[in-house]
């Protein structure tokens, strides 16, 4: 039977708690006096990001023509030569030629979207030229010739628009690990791996240096109910691990002390950027030299029994314990809601395809919109999601504790 005058944070169940004021036994000289691995099964999904593209408006005019006198900013379709420093009447407005606007739309969610091909994309311009186009000018030999078209006097005309998923998904790098805490002499714990997968880069996807074990903390402030002392887990006295801050739970408990287990991980997929070849049929492909990774970093915070065969040589509590996710806390993949432009078959060099274009063949910029979703997902405080909302994203919502020495 447990105890009454033990402070115990179990919420599964009774367990064999240690004294609130009861400091751990004796330090006994090398790392692994007390020992614990935590099986650490990873994320069960891939990573989340807060911005998507949702949409692309594009508006297209005629191009030209101006009078003969407004020789600078002559592009629109007139005779046959002499092409000199002023335009020679008649002239004709070649079709669809200005990209007119572009109106990319960005969906954002604070607690994250699953990625997926098109969080990016990429817009094709299929440009072809004109030919035969005399009605308007009355070319008696039917040659059109287009003014300030860098690549030749043949106008050109947008003859479709193609929106793509930017990114070819890959795999998703497994976020398991058995992560290792042994003591210390500071009564903090050092943390190793002793197994871990690896992401894309070849990198472990946990990241042992920001993984705790607080081996007791308390469960809300002040830590326990009726009390005046705010320090009897021993929180600033080194009980847990000096120089760390104790952040307040999401969900409070109503005893006193508990431990705390904090584990940072990724969670990676690899992705390849997609284009269109320059060559015929055009076809979308891998564009050379683009793979890497999505990365999402989580802070996992977990609590569970204290061990009281730390405080007491002649406890009797099983080396198993279980935590439960309580919060955490998320960087989200970043970088992915871009939009490429490509132009596609007899494609200008001048006025460019893919920006807007002013009436002077001028590049501008695309506008951008941006539309915020409802959240549906709930926090703790700022942007630290509940467990309930961890566990949507993948987090595993219970891990176990297990004492392999002594």
């Not at 669809?96 to 960005?106: C, F, G, P």
């Not at 998904?169 to 290792?180: D, K, N, Q, V, Y």
């Not at 002392?229 to 600033?236: D, L, W």
Request: some cysteine.
């Amino acid at each position: 039977m447990l105890n009454p005058s033990r402070a115990c944070c179990c919420v599964a169940g009774p367990c064999d708690c240690a004294p609130s004021n009861e400091a751990p036994i004796s330090y006994a000289g090398t790392l692994g006096d007390f020992t614990y691995l935590v099986d650490f099964t990873g994320s069960s999904g891939g990573p989340f990001v807060q911005s998507r593209v949702n949409q692309v408006a594009t508006m297209l005019r005629n191009h030209g023509p101006y009078g003969p006198d407004e020789d600078d900013c002559a592009a629109g379709m007139y005779c046959d030569p002499p092409f000199g420093s002023s335009c020679t009447a008649p002239l004709a407005a070649i079709p669809n030629a200005v990209i007119l606007d572009e109106d990319v739309e960005i969906e954002t969610r604070s607690c994250g979207f699953a990625l997926t091909n098109n969080v990016g994309v990429i817009i094709g311009y299929l440009w072809f030229p004109i030919s035969g186009y005399c009605a308007s000018v009355g070319c008696p030999d039917a040659t059109l010739l287009a003014a300030q078209w860098g690549n030749g006097f043949s106008p050109r005309t947008i003859g479709g628009i193609q929106v793509a998923p930017k990114w070819l998904l890959g795999e998703i790098f497994s976020s398991a690990a058995t992560i290792r805490f042994r003591r210390n002499s500071t009564t903090g714990f050092a943390c190793d791996l002793t197994s871990s997968n690896l992401d894309y880069f070849g990198s472990p996807t946990v990241t042992a240096a920001q993984c705790k074990y607080l081996h007791r903390v308390p469960s809300g402030w002040p830590p326990c109910p009726g009390t005046s002392t705010g320090n009897q887990c021993g929180q600033n006295s080194g009980y847990g691990e000096q120089g760390l801050t104790y952040s307040l739970p999401c969900v409070e408990s109503s005893c006193c002390c508990r431990s705390e287990l904090r584990v940072r991980f990724t969670v990676a997929q690899r992705i390849d950027e997609r284009h269109w070849a320059t060559t015929s049929p055009y076809p979308i492909t891998v564009k050379p030299g683009t793979s890497t990774q999505a990365s999402m970093t989580i802070t996992a915070f977990y609590y569970g029994c204290t061990d009281a065969r730390l405080y007491s040589a002649s406890s009797t509590q099983p080396a198993l314990r279980n935590f439960t996710l309580d919060r955490a806390s998320v960087s989200y993949a970043s970088g992915l809601d871009t939009v490429s432009r490509y132009g596609i078959g007899d494609v200008p060099s001048n006025p460019l395809p893919y920006v807007q274009v002013s009436d002077c063949q001028a590049p501008g910029s695309p506008s951008t919109s941006t539309v915020v979703q409802d959240e549906g997902c709930t926090f703790c405080s700022g942007s630290i999601l509940t467990a309930e909302s961890a566990m949507a994203l993948g987090v595993p919502g219970a891990v176990s504790v297990t004492r392999t020495t002594p």
